[in-house]
């Protein structure tokens, strides 16, 4: 019995599974401990998975350049922008034609804006690799990091707000940022999908929501999509040549392998699915603004890859299973479960109204001021799971784990072998 | 693949007319660091499926030699020649393409990867190198029918070296003496014309040492061709054919080993006895 647990546990789908399974539990529970209704407990589960597919995505792409290429690309984002930035301008309807009176772009479809945005981030990434081949892993993530400040500083140049060029006016909003393109979900459910809303509002579940987890169903089947590529990417001749340059990039040049070939091949298919991710992810949110593209998101990211273990897909993925979960997410809960059953209520907006209370010998306000520091509790989570992984397990939860670069399974096959040769008795 | 194949026995069988043939021809190579001269116009021959030995005393030139040689660094002046072609500027991958391939004095394996990883990562005309090929369902079958073959050549070079028993193992893992044998079949599972090896037998227990030796003189009876750097004077004078003895930056004698011995005298007096 535990030895056919414990193969089942050898699945990578299965161990994301679990995880996943266990987050979704606690969250229930605490959605069911705030007395959350089905409408308010979907939308809970809708909100965790749209952003641990996100994360998930961007891990996986962190994964393949760091992880196994040794590439320290901490522009994430950077790219991210500039395949939404592309799609946006170029779905923008044409100037005359927008009845709003806001931007005018050059009126493509939304399809061919997607492939424009996804080329844009490959070719912004060949742009940036190319003058960095030559530098060592932390200059070259100084590169990446500064390439993608350019890009976000660039897209909030008032000079580019709004300028006309061979006749055609465009922008990217500058400052104020830029209304993005119609979600294809949404115009979906609004027409012909319109019977299904109706069949789920009569189960009780909110109309939008219905919109929001189909959403959410495309951008996992995108993840699956993603998934799948970079595995058969990293587990080929291919990705082998990449560890090699991870491991020892001149060890890889004597043996005849042009290294700089398959570090540029590898970075641009890591921008272009940046590029899409930026489309999916911002460019749904109907509005996008430079303010929204800072450095964090990528240090976020690679939090995700780093607590998954770098070399890792599956670690990546369930990286950003517990980074969403617990640190993301969790100081939102924490604060919300907490007036629930402590009866906290109000807010003190200031550190020293805190600290003085807290001297009075009232700790409420100390713990309120705190829990409404949402996005400074997360860096304080971060920081204490990063210190426990380093103490622990410095190679990241599945860091350690091998997952052999070839198109066969080798395992296997050497496997036979040895049987093989015992079979033969021993005879040599 | 045993390694070497035809073309190689047939060297091995008219040995004395082929071995005249000069595979590689350094000619007046220097190199400067700095202020110092690492290199200066270091000049040599290598014959086709000869065991050479360089030898010299620390800092005389050896490494940066074979940096020169391999391409991992451009001389200041001279020309490296291989099989009759220049090339001098080559980049080391180029020039491991054209058949010159170097293992290091430190072994450099790859180690977190497998054995078996180790020794894949390196055969040449592998389709699936190109990113997409093993991605798609329609190509990936050519990619995978290939892997079955390297693998097939993998294994016999790991048995080859006895060292089929670590096949799954992380490189890194492994003992200094066994990350020797590592980068040597590396090497040789590009199916070079000609070796560079700097100091396969330092830090290899002797047991190891034999036999890594009688792994080099089989592969030379099959007519491959070796450079050799080696401290281990009397390991070079009973194995190489021919030895070179560099000082210096320079080349200061060429020769069998029993010309070399009877330089002997010579050469103590010129480097202070301190030679090997």
């Known amino acids: 019995m535990l030895n056919s647990l414990s193969t089942l546990w050898e699945n990578d789908l299965v161990k994301i599974g679990v995880t996943l399974g266990a987050v979704y539990a606690l969250y229930l529970l605490a959605g069911a401990a705030l007395g959350y209704d089905l409408s308010g407990q979907l939308n809970s589960l809708r909100r965790l998975t749209f952003l641990i597919v996100l994360y998930g995505v961007g891990a996986l792409v962190v994964n393949l350049h760091w992880g196994y290429s040794g590439l320290f690309n901490i522009g994430i984002v950077g790219f991210m922008a500039v395949g939404v930035y592309t799609t946006t301008i170029l779905t923008r309807p044409v100037a005359g034609q927008n009845p709003t009176g806001t931007l005018p772009g050059l009126g493509l479809p939304l399809p061919i804006a997607i492939i424009g945005g996804v080329l844009a981030a490959a070719a912004m990434g060949y742009v940036a690799v190319l003058p960095s081949l030559r530098l060592r892993e932390d200059y070259f993530a100084i590169v990446t990091l500064a390439f993608a400040e350019i890009i976000r500083i660039t897209a909030k140049a008032s000079e580019l707000q709004e300028f006309t060029i061979f006749g055609t006016t465009l922008g990217t909003g500058g400052g104020r940022g830029i209304r993005t393109y119609p979600n294809p979900i949404d115009q979906f459910f609004n027409g012909a999908g319109k019977p299904i809303v109706a069949a789920a509002s009569s189960f009780g579940i909110d109309g939008s929501l219905v919109t929001g987890l189909a959403f959410v169903l495309v951008l996992t089947l995108l993840l699956g999509l993603v998934y799948w590529l970079i595995v058969r990417l990293a587990e080929s001749p291919f990705g082998r040549v990449l560890k090699g340059i991870r491991d020892d990039e001149q060890a890889t040049t004597a043996l005849a392998k042009d290294t700089n070939s398959f570090k540029i091949r590898v970075f641009i298919i890591g921008c272009a699915i940046l590029g899409l991710l930026g489309i999916v992810w911002q460019g749904s949110q109907g509005y996008i603004a430079p303010g929204l593209f800072v450095p964090q998101l990528t240090f976020f990211i690679w939090i995700a890859v780093i607590i998954g273990g770098a070399g890792s897909n599956t670690g990546s993925i369930i990286g950003s299973i517990l980074f969403v979960g617990i640190i993301y997410l969790g100081p939102g809960y924490l604060r919300r479960l907490v007036e629930e059953y402590v009866g906290l209520q109000g807010s003190v907006s200031t550190f020293p109204n805190a600290v003085g209370a807290l001297l009075g010998g009232n700790v409420d306000p100390f713990l309120l001021y705190n829990l409404d520091q949402t996005s400074a509790l997360r860096v304080v989570l971060t920081g204490v799971f990063l210190i426990l992984l380093l103490r622990r397990r410095p190679e990241g939860l599945f860091g350690s784990r091998r997952e052999i670069a070839a198109s066969i399974d080798l395992e296997s096959r050497v496997r036979d072998r040895r049987n093989s040769a015992g079979a033969d008795g021993d005879s040599e | ?276």
């Open chain 2, 1 to 276: 693949m045993t390694p070497m194949s035809t073309a190689s026995d047939e060297r091995a069988s008219s040995d004395d007319q082929l071995s005249a043939e000069t595979l590689l021809e350094v000619e007046g190579i220097t190199k400067s660091f700095g202020g110092i001269k690492a290199l200066n116009g270091a000049s040599f021959e290598v014959a086709t499926g000869t065991l050479t030995g360089l030898i010299g005393p620390n800092g005389a030139g050896k490494s940066t030699t074979f940096n020169v040689i391999s391409g991992m660094f451009n001389p200041d002046a001279g020309s490296v020649r291989f099989a009759g072609e220049d090339i001098t500027d080559l980049s080391p991958d180029r020039t491991a393409k054209r058949g010159l391939v170097r293992t290091f004095q430190l072994a450099r394996e790859f180690q977190n990867m497998t054995v078996l990883e180790n020794l894949m990562i390196a055969p040449e005309g592998q389709i699936g190198e190109s990113s997409w090929r093993s991605v798609f369902p329609g190509t990936r079958g050519a990619v995978r029918s290939q892997e079955e073959e390297v693998f097939e050549e993998a294994w016999e070079m790991l048995e080859f070296f006895d060292i089929d028993h670590l096949a799954l193992e992380n490189a890194g893992n492994l003992s200094g003496g066994q990350r020797k044998l590592l980068e040597f079949a590396r090497a040789l599972m590009l199916e070079p014309d000609m070796l560079l090896l700097d100091e396969p037998f330092a830090g290899v227990n002797p047991s190891l040492e034999e036999k890594l030796l009688s792994r080099i003189e089989t592969l030379r009876s099959q007519g491959q061709t070796f450079l050799l750097v080696e401290h281990d004077m009397d390991l070079i004078m009973e194995h190489c054919e021919r030895i070179i003895v560099m000082h210096q930056g320079e080349t200061l004698l060429t020769g069998t080993p029993e010309e070399v011995r009877s330089e002997e005298q010579v050469i103590e007096a010129y480097l202070g006895g301190n030679v090997a």
